[in-house]
């Protein structure tokens, strides 16, 4: 078990005297200090997230990955639009998505937010408000956006192993 900790006393790979010290790193300079993640030997063109789509065939992955059947959001439009839509507008959409990851369009509060509902967890006693958990409802153009940047961030983190071996969540192929 690999971890990164300063203090004298930890006794580095020993995995019943593990100190995590995450909490305590305000900076990732950690990270370049172990030789794993360095952003000076890596081609910044592949580190960033807003590199545009470079095909069509790449946007149609990243719109086949959003949810079927979904509720929607303040936009009414449903989450799998864009895999049903015709390529036309879908062209357009992933060009719209190239010019907001590039930097060229900041976009608006309006887009950004979501619809709150309160789901019902416990069905025998629906008048307690701690029976009911909040979701947010976000937009369909949001939600693509962001399947494109959370994936971006998995590969760069997989390929890097800037997350240790034993955390499984929030990763792919492992469960939790």
């Known amino acids: 078990m ?27 300079d950690f990270l370049e200090a172990s030789k794993i993640f360095s952003y000076r030997t890596t081609d910044p063109k592949e580190t960033s997230i807003r590199n545009p789509i470079r095909t069509f065939r790449e946007f149609t992955l990243y719109t086949n990955r959003t949810a079927n059947h979904k509720a929607s959001g303040k936009d009414r439009m449903p989450a799998d639009l864009f895999k049903r839509a015709p390529e036309a507008f879908r062209k357009r959409t992933g060009i719209l998505i190239n010019i907001i990851l590039s930097g060229h369009y900041v976009c608006s509060e309006a887009m950004l937010e979501a619809r709150v509902v309160l789901l019902c967890k416990d069905h025998a006693n629906p008048s307690s408000l701690s029976n009911y958990r909040p979701i947010a409802l976000c937009n ?20 890097y192993a800037v997350l240790e071996s034993s955390q499984h969540g929030l990763r792919g192929s492992r469960s939790v």
């Open 2 to 28: 690999l971890h990164f900790c300063p203090h004298a006393n930890c006794s580095g790979l020993v995995p019943e005297e593990f100190r995590s010290n995450r909490k305590d790193v305000n900076n990732m």
């Open 140 to 159: 369909a153009l949001y939600q693509l956006i962001n399947i494109i940047i959370t994936s971006r961030l998995r590969r760069l983190t997989e390929k």
